[in-house]
């Protein structure tokens, strides 16, 4: 464990903050201030974050950038944040897609103090969740997280979106409120009064039987938020209905929110736990996989596609973390990162195209390429990237945990790879009818992307293509974290 | 110098005489009766904190003034302070009521202070008549006389019908232990508990605090008696008045030692059912104040999960969470005596547009919503995970797990207020909120404590850790 000379970590936090406080501040007829101050602040996590992650030295691997302050002691509770391979490229996401989140609703105009604002709550607990290394902290973090989410789909949302905001809500919700029994519960049963994951991830500290139990509970209860099958129904209509950025926010780095939980909280401190039901685990992303894939294939709106495409892709993380493999989990957290880089300019894309089109129905585009040149190379970029074309980010984590998958599950990953096809038979057919084909004279005049408006969706194709030609970068990194958890298991 | 330990008592005992005597005079000016009301109430918050660190006993040792009766004493000070500060326009109750009004207010927050420390089951009964009797009134108060009497008259039926019950109770109690005192009945009680008739009569002496606290079964009064009485009467009940219930049932409670495994199975049932019904009720209400009065049926529930525990961890846990419902409680009552101006009663669908009108009001209403549902960074998802904790510890894991489905089925109703507050648009224009300076300040400081206790508890905890101790 490395103490950090300075507290970058929750800098990262308080910068968030302080971009809310000043949000708040400022009157909201002054929306170009707003935004302003939004993009600022929201840059400065992304540089940050962009140090911490190039920063972190991998030749000695383990918890850098530490920082500890007792909370409530006699609780256990501590403010414990720390930065390994696992969760630096989870902030440098979260610090990418915050702040082309940001540019890429720079046109909105209802009530944009309060956006923004909200906005900012979700991203500080999201920051929050990924550097916390205290059980407390955690749940804290993801409760909060969740709730501006109901406000932000209900207000700036569209379509059916009431229904849309309310089932998210009840349905991650109820996540937690399997989660809080589970953290309480390992918390009495270990009886070192203590939620420091360091200290309860010790091997002994709980019986084969705790783990468990322990696990199924946060398994399901964080797996809802990583959208596992079948408690992903709320995920394709959260995301159609949300704004654009909540969208990208959401389907880009919430749902990875539960897929690194179900990491940071329940692998590291039941690893036994996670060895018993990795079966189960492994059946239920495989479904997902091929679920998302099938029900894709028969969607109408383009937000309903890439909605159940990421149900299918988070099946593939989920896949990797139950092949109990460094392989499973280097390609589970490259996947995690690659796909809410794509998804996120699929978001976004979608979000500039409707904004113009006022209809995200395949049938109703057509033929937008020659319309949108630029806006629609951003969109089949991000398809190509979801269809797992090689030099893309998402490529790699594929391979990778499709590698680890045939390795330990042969049939299963036989299945999963054949609904790789089928989803990048939907993806084509979707960018086929929307980009190319007959064209739809109704919306023959409207502009292309202008340069500034296409610098979040340039920034995001640039990391794509970037981790995508150079995938060592992160698979270096993510190996400094996952070779000494899995050597360590016993 | 004994004397010198019932200060608290005997200030609010005069402020109460005060307005009695004004109460007889034939001018009423609401203004200045509001003012005096407002610095009685705020020196009588200092009076209390004083009086905080004060231990000894009174009158023959039927009364103790210790750390746990003095908190109290100032959570209650507090809760009378904020209620009179929204006095401020009174227009539910008849001008030549406002003394009254005061009157009341001042003397039941008495009989609840009388009854935080009271150690003899004789003045523990008489503080609890005391304090129903001026609420009975206080309830009936309204303007609106129909519905007030009505109100009022439930009230009054379903708690002499409590009290009856409960003085069986003591009887049994007293037939069975030979005991009065708290005291005694610490030393006597534990070792007979398992016998039919000393654990009914627990019971049935329990009964009285249940109807305070508006558990199931004697929760029937609760949603006539929000919507009936007015805005500011219906805060007080559902804050001091709540607060008080929670401190004489931790400390009956806390005789009984380690406690039965009956009793505690008894308490669990009644939790459950408490929080399930006032949790699946509140989802159809429209009125404003009767879906409070169901969440607070449910808060109930919450409240006993803490109770059950037996243990100073879980009555730690009960005393922060009564801090945490004044606090919650009060700022949605406030939300509420605000946006219904002219002392209406508030449907939720009335509250479209807040975010316009006042948004000040409308955050504070989003984060007193967010704590009474428990989610973090409040206050009441603090209050709520020190409740769970202390029950874990004693092996509840169902119990919390139901509580915890029971916290989803709530998000439901109170994401729907927030819906109304955020998202719906008036039919009619209405014109923006004016809120005066010392609302504006009142409002702000309640949002931030409910945030900032909630992120940082800790000071909140150990007092509430101390409280406990020295209960036990």
Redesign the interface.
Known sequence: MEYASFPYLTAILLSCVTGLVVILILPGERKDQIKWVSAVFSGITLIFSLYLFFAYDKSKGGLQFVEIIPWVESLGITYFNAADGFNLPMLLLTGIVFFTGVLTMWELDYRVKEFYAFYFVMVTAVFGLFMSMDLFFIFIWYDVSLFPMYLLIVVWGTTRKEYGAMKLTLYLLAGSALVLPAIIYLFVQSGLNTFDVTVLMQPGTFTPVQQKFAFILLYIGFGILAGVWPFHTWSPVGHVAAPHAVSMVHAGVLMKIGAFAVLRVAIFICPEGWQHWSQLMAVLATVGIVYGAFVGLSQKDLKFVIGYSSVSHMGIVGLGLATVSVDGLNGAVFQMFGHGIMTALFFSSVGYIYDRTHTKIIAELGGLSRTMPVASTYFIVAAMASMGIPFLASFWGELVVFIAAFKTYPVRGALAVCALVVSALFMLRMVQRTFYGPKNEKYAHLPDVPFGLGIPRMILLIVLVGFGLYPTLMFDMIETASIPFINGLP | MKWFLFLPEIFYFASGMAFLCLSMTNRSDPQREYYIALALAALGVVVSLVAVNWEGFLFFNTYRVDLFSQVFKLILAMGLFLIVSICSELKSINVRHHPEFYFLLFVCTLAMMLLVSSVHILTIYVALELSSYSLYVLVALRRDEKMSLEAGIKYFLVGIFASAIMLFGVALLYSTTKATFIADLIKVLPGILDTPAALIGLLLTLCGFFFKLAVFPFHFWAPDVYQGASNQATAYIATASKVAAIAILTRMIAVTGPGSIYLAHALVALSIISMTLGNLAAIVQKDLKRLLAYSAIAHAGYVLIGVLSMDSAGYASVIFYAVTLLIMKFTAFLVVVKVADDGRNLEISQLAGL?RRS?LLAMAL?VSV?SLAG???TIG?TGK?LI??AA??NGY?TL??IA??N??IS??YY?LI??AA??LEPEDEQPTLQLSQPTTILTSVLVAAMVVIGI???LL??LA?AAAGALM
Request: net charge positive; proline share 12%; glycine share 0%.
């Open positions: 975010h948004p989003m967010f989610i973090p960074p998802f995970f769970f904790a874990m510890h894991f919390v797990l915890m489905i916290v989803v998000l439901y994401l927030l819906k955020y998202l940082y508890p800790t905890f150990e850790r």
